[in-house]
């Protein structure tokens, strides 16, 4: 009897919840009622939030307001229209900061470039470009990733593969940039991609703050607050994280500088050890004098966050969108065959010349494709700093949020067209057999305008060459009956990751 009455009482909240949702659903549009604004159908589709961005400003014409609680600063205007887009990120950009909002979600990076505006943002963008465009960088990294290619991944997967393992490919990719990104960024390699499989303290501590961040926008202040009071839930993760990030920097700041002062006293040079943690500790050209040691932090945690997690992510999506598109699988393997040289590799071949990597216009097209599909960053957020009105019509008030939703727009008909579903790298590729370029206002993976992506090339490289590495000797097999779904985070990371087999294709 207790048995049949639980079951009643269950079929009669489902039956109420489904009525309740078509009662809300306001034509796929969120309705908006007295108090609680918006938020009944923000919590109904949070766990497919990034999904429902997309239908609700497909319905919108690209355009949403969205109304949070009622006396909160929880509204927000998202917008995925591309001259709404153009507007905010290149023509008035100077109107539309990263501002109070932005330090809200991201104060645990300091005033490094990723948090600031106006002169701190140019001096570090400045830097920064210096870096990645400096003569011994490019000589390193081609260097560094050989070896991390070589002796990092390929060792892992070729072990994996002989006893037919089942792995999780977003952490493999994930340590694999992560094991780079430091190397360049501090001289110091963590080997977090090895056999033994040690535990990422930074890849934890950067997925707990971006987790915190996501409910930070979404969320009232008081709630966070409360929480991060009482340290309970993603805040004390999120302050446990900021303790890491203080202390693994730290860690690799001193032994850098002990690197530094060891070479100087002795008059010798430390070779390839070009790095930059180490050109800001001895005043290089690139950085300029060597600023307090928190300011270096930042911006080493910045260098570092930019290579944790972003092409790592659009690697594990292309390896997840390629399982299920066999040909074009098939079409990048025969461009890798007929454009790279090879060299062979403890039984492996690997390329052998990276600067051949711009021959690959369909492996090139198909990371498009992906970033078009799934973006890293599936939001941009800026705060208006003055009333304004946007291309659309949207009248925007001061101090008014504002998402850009880089997700949704890969998912606008009047963008890409009724195959806008679907993975198709052709859509890249011009008659001509060329590689067909979007204006950044529609393909706004990099962001667009003054702030785009300094990294945007970096990222291909990189992208292209663990692809071809990977491709070319192994058949990645992705296992069924998985849940591929999006965490709710600043970043687009698989919630569960990607369970997949290896098996070598020379075997």
Known sequence: ?????????????????RFLYRFIHNNGLPRNWPFVGMTPTLLLNFHRAHEKVAEVLKRSNGTFLYRGVWFTNTSFLATCDPENVRYILST???????????????DIFGEALFNSDGEAWKRHRKVFHAFLNHQQFHQSLAKILEDRIEQGLLKVLEYVSRRELVVNLQDLFVRHAFDIGCIMATGCNPGV??????????????????????????????????????????????????KAFDELLAEYISIQREKSNKAMASNTDEGD???????????????????RDSLIRDNVIHFLFASDDTYSLVLTWFFYLLAKNPMAENKIREEVKKNLSM?????????????????????HAAFCETLRLCPPIPFEFRTCAQQDILPSGHRVDRNMRIIIGI???????????????????????TEEGKLKREAPSKFSAFLAGPRICPGKELSFFLMKATATAVLHNYKV????????APKNSAFYQMKNGLMVRIKNRWN
């Open 407 to 429: 997700h949704a727009m890969g998912r606008m008909e009047f963008l890409w067209g009724e195959d806008c579903h679907e993975f198709k790298p052709e859509r890249w590729i």
């Open 1 to 17: 009897m207790a048995v049949s009455g639980y079951l009643g009482c269950m079929i009669l909240a489902i039956v109420i919840l």
């Open 273 to 291: 050890n070009f790095n930059f943690l180490k050109c800001y500790l001895t005043g290089h050209k690139v950085t300029g004098p060597t600023p």
């Open 92 to 106: 008035n950009n100077s109107a539309y900061l990263k501002g109070s909002e932005w330090l809200k979600q991201f």
């Open 193 to 242: 991609l090895s056999l033994e499989f040690p535990e990422n303290r930074f890849h934890k501590a950067m997925s707990d703050t971006l987790e915190a961040a996501f409910y930070r926008y979404v969320m009232p202040d008081s709630l966070w607050k409360l929480q991060s009071w009482l340290q309970i839930g993603k805040e004390k993760r999120r302050s446990e994280a900021w």
């Open 477 to 484: 097999h992705v296992t069924e009956c998985q849940n591929i």
């Open 343 to 363: 060299k062979e590799a403890g039984g492996l071949q690997i390329p052998s010349c990276f600067n051949e990597l711009n021959k690959l216009t369909y492996l």
